[in-house]
């Protein structure tokens, strides 16, 4: 018998790019306890590599999604009413800044930048829930990701900590929203790990140094021991647990200096 038993619960995943994505190796985790998965990839440029990725799990439902565009999170959940009925999770991995509002002077952000940082990375939180809701007959569980840059200071993560502050905001108002239809909205925040969005973090090599200094484990996360927090947090040995943000940081964040 599985630790976790998903067998027979439905969910869909927003953010896998590649096989470093976040996403996937929460993928991965929900996979192998029996969940069945449906993918979103952000555009025709991305798709190759998306249906690469996810090629191990058979041919799982993929379907296009900009998140900035309401029409097509709208039709995500559309497809998947149409094909499985009702849902239990999501995964929202998302998030996109402007090259120049990373790095640099934070006074420096544009307002365009603010503008888009936000929209792709904190917003897209709403609409990916409201949609969600009307399917998640049976209660269900969201998560989402952020980062400690949301409460504190990463020189060069700039607006996007910005963004996570609003995200981490959000998971809480949505989970007061929905806590009476037994949805829950929670939202990990990983430490530091190598993947497409974080390559473009001037400093993110010192950060990972920094915490297998500082971390009281010493080293740095994995991404699977994300995909274990978030499996945890889409199974029902979490259903007590709601508008949290879960730190799987090594215990960096917990540290004074
Ligand atoms: N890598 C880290 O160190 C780290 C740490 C904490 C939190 N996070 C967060 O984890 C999440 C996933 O990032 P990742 O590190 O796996 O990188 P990634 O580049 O693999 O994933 C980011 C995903 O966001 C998608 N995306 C961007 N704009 C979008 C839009 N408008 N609509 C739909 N999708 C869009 C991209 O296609 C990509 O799949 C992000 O929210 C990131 O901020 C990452």
Redesign the pocket.
């Known amino acids: 018998m599985r630790a976790i038993d998903l067998t027979g619960k439905r969910g869909v995943i ?5 096989q ?4 996937w190796a929460i993928s991965e985790a929900l996979a192998a306890a029996g969940a069945e998965l449906a993918f ?1 990839y ?1 555009n025709e440029r ?1 798709k190759e590599s998306v249906e690469k990725t996810v090629a191990p799990l058979g041919a799982p439902r993929l379907l296009e ?4 565009d309401d029409a097509q999170v709208a039709s995500v959940y559309d497809n998947l009413k149409a094909s499985w009925g009702s849902l239990d999770f999501v995964i929202h ?4 800044a402007e090259k120049d509002d990373l790095g640099g002077a934070f006074s420096a952000t544009t307002r365009q930048g603010f503008r888009v940082a936000l929209e ?2 904190a917003y ?1 939180l709403i609409p990916v829930v409201r949609h969600a809701a009307p399917l998640m007959t049976a209660g269900g569980s969201i998560v989402t ?3 400690e840059a949301s409460e504190r200071v990463f020189p060069g993560y700039n607006v ?1 900590g910005t963004a996570k502050a609003a995200l981490e905001n959000e998971v809480r108002q949505l989970a007061n929203e929905f806590g009476p239809s037994n949805i829950r909205v929670n939202a990990i ?5 190598a ?4 390559r473009s973090i001037p400093g993110f090599n010192d950060m990972r140094h920094a915490f297998a200094e500082r971390a009281p484990l010493r080293r740095n996360i994995t991404h699977a021991e994300v995909g274990g927090a978030a499996l945890f947090l889409c199974s029902d040995l979490s259903t007590g647990i709601t508008g949290a943000v879960l730190p799987v940081d090594a215990g960096y964040s917990i540290m004074g200096i």
């Not at 991995?93 to 996109?96: E, H, L, N, T």
């Not at 925040?189 to 790990?193: I, R, T, V």
């Not at 993947?195 to 974080?198: E, I, M, Q, S, W």
């Open positions: 927003f953010g896998v790019a590649n470093r994505s976040i996403a979103t952000l991305l999604c900009d998140a900035t991995s998302v998030a996109y792709a990375s897209s990701m952020t980062f996007m925040s990983a430490g530091p790990l993947t497409l969005a974080a």
